[in-house]
């Protein structure tokens, strides 16, 4: 029997929307999982010792990007926040941050939790939440949490659905690495991969009548967006003068990105499907999120 927690309809205000070095949009994986291991850490704080958070899935219900693009505008800009005056009435410098609004529900596996303290396990979680930071964004509001389970021993998609419909009206955030592959194998490298799947084929076709009709497509169908998953050491592990954790070695790295799928849920077909867990491969500096199916 697996056992989930759901925080349905979590409303975050100013959300970091630079998702990598090259992308702005929905925020990485690693903000989602980071912040899952955040909320495991405080419940360990709050008497839940043995608990685990591992896995979640991430359901995005509403989406607002904080950018602008006028009416003949062949580029969108981003919508900053000012900063207070200074003591000369002068506007002081600043970065530029891409930020969103969004509403998502979370459902996160967990493991080693005594049953008689489900009541107080969701109370807490609820508390926790309100003060916490999700992808650097405020949270404004969230509704009840839920336990649900899910036995594979039975049918799975008698037990898949009614989780399935917890997570509607939305979009579920999977990976499709395998697209990324599949480029690979015919050729091209990491980027042109991805870039061969994100971009819009625009072709016309004149008719008997001398009508041209112009249709615009991708390679593959469906919502595809770059993401960011984590990261790729480039130098080799050692320690920094003043780093946070003494004891933790320190290595620079860069971001890792592939393609992901926005579905709804109905289309998804098993519960592993929707899960995003860490993956660590020390042979390759890797340090990933992933979905399970595709470990």
Known sequence: MRRFILIPHLKIHNANAMSSPFTIGFPAMTAWLGAVHALQRKLIA????????????????????????GQNDFVSSIIGTANPLDKDGNRPAFIEEARCHLEVSLLIEYKNL?????????????????????ASGDVLSVKDSQVLSFNEDKDEDQQLRPILNKLMLGHVLIERRDLVMQSMSEG???????????KVTHSSQLDDDGKVTWTSQRKTQGWLVPIAVGFQGISELGLAKN???????????????????????????SIDQLLWQYHVDLENNLYLCQNQTTN
Request: charged share 30%; hydrophobic share 40%; with cysteine.
């Open 188 to 198: 091209r490298d990491a980027l042109d991969a991805v870039l061969d799947h994100l």
């Open 243 to 269: 780093q946070r954790d003494a004891n933790t070695p320190h290595r620079f790295a860069e971001a890792v990105l592939t393609l992901g799928e926005f579905v709804m849920p109905y289309r998804i077909e």
């Open 46 to 69: 709050q008497g839940f010792d043995e608990i685990i958070l591992d896995k979640v899935a991430v359901s995005c219900h509403e989406f607002n990007l904080q950018t602008y693009k």
């Open 114 to 134: 005594d049953p008689e303290r489900i009541d107080d396990f969701l109370k807490t979680i609820k508390q926790l939440i309100i003060s916490m930071k999700f």
